[in-house]
């Protein structure tokens, strides 16, 4: 892990009067670099070729002769062959150079090693860069082991596929496209075998990452990702705030259940078992009687991270529940960083977040935000890591 000292002191030869925000153009980067300027930064997205004309053409910044931003909102692109170029020294230069202060997203560790990410990416990060690796599910230290620690509810884990007796999921990376998901249900031992017989035919998932997929029940209610903020730069309000709740629009999952059962019968062998891969987000907020225990929920997270992965967790972070019959949540995920459904709040805001705040509140404005009061304050050492 890179010293935080080594950071401090790229900062402390940055002119923060012209810092600007980067991003991989990528998962989040719109509201990234939205919110950024509704706070009068400037912004960068990394981008690689086929990838790059959200950023480059359509969601390209425009301003007028004093700076005013009058449509769009990323400034600059750099463009590179691949998205992990940017670790080279060459690229990390150019960003330090330019006063960067980078907002690492999950595509950012994606498609950088985790482990460079950690130790050669010599550029500060608004947020957390020692929480990032326990995002990668059946690590030593990831986020189940995170959230057993902090006494925080999860789907109960089945560690051999022949106790399955009741509706469980099978997480696990899909064999061709490697960063979305190879997920499938089984209520049974003989269901499991035959769905990863399927699926392992269909190359949709492998026999090696089957054996060490992650295997746990299958909450049956829906689902709610809560996109909190803590602040360490706060004094008088709470440090935790709720921005905004979405939900997700999962490819080919969502085509299923909107099929009546007659038709589900029919589908044939490589219809039948839906993927899992999420293609768009809308936005939720829950009943208020909910609102006690969420909030529970991301104290107790803000806690254990303090005391597992000092300085803790930076900024934002989403908690991905499902809520059962009964109300309880379980955490199936957690995002510790800009989560990536944070664009259907994007500009408008949310509920949650423009209450509190009093005006147009998305999770990139309030990272913006608490960047601008950092360097306004001198005190922007203790927000980068």
Known sequence: MIDR??????????DLTKAKIGVVGSHSALDTCDGAVEEGFRTLAICQPGRDSPYSRYFKAFRD????????????????????????KENMEKLKK??????????????????????????????????LRSEDRG????????????????????????????????????????????????????EYVEKSEQLIRQ??????????????????????????????????????????????????LDGHVRLPAPQQMTLNDAQRVPEYTVCGHN???????????????AEKYVAAAKEYY????????????????DLNFYIYDVAPRIGGGTNVHMNVGHAYGNALWR????????????????????RIKEIVT
């Open 139 to 190: 690590g030593e230290q990831d986020y189940y082991w995170l959230l057993e620690k902090a006494g925080m509810p999860f789907p109960k884990k089945i560690t051999d596929p022949q106790d399955i007796d009741s509706l469980s999921i099978i997480k696990l990376h899909h064999a061709k496209k490697k960063l979305e998901r190879g997920f499938f249900t089984a209520a049974s031992y003989e």
């Open 359 to 378: 005006t147009n509140m998305s999770t990139g404005r309030r990272l913006a935000m608490e960047v601008r009061r950092a360097i306004e304050e001198d």
């Open 65 to 88: 002769q004093e700076g005013k931003i009058y449509r769009g909102m990323v400034d600059e692109v750099m463009m590179l062959n691949k998205y992990d170029e940017v670790l080279k």
């Open 203 to 252: 190359g949709v998932i492998d026999r090696e990452c089957l054996e060490t997929a992650r295997m746990e029940e299958y909450i049956i209610g829906p689902v709610f990702n809560l996109d909190f903020f803590y602040s360490p730069l706060e004094t008088l309000g709470e440090k935790v705030e709720l921005i905004g709740v979405d939900w997700r629009f999962e490819s080919s």
């Open 5 to 14: 000292k080594i950071i401090h002191d790229i900062v402390d030869g940055y």
């Open 310 to 325: 000092s300085p803790g967790i930076i900024g934002p972070f989403c908690l991905q529940t499902c809520v059962d019959k």
């Open 98 to 131: 330019d006063n960067i202060l980078f907002v690492p997203n999950r595509s950012f560790t994606s498609y950088c090693s985790i482990d460079a990410v950690e130790n050669d990416f010599a550029v500060p990060l608004v947020g957390s860069r020692n929480m």
């Open 283 to 297: 936005s939720a907020t829950l009943r208020e009687s909910l609102l006690e225990n969420a909030f529970k929920l």
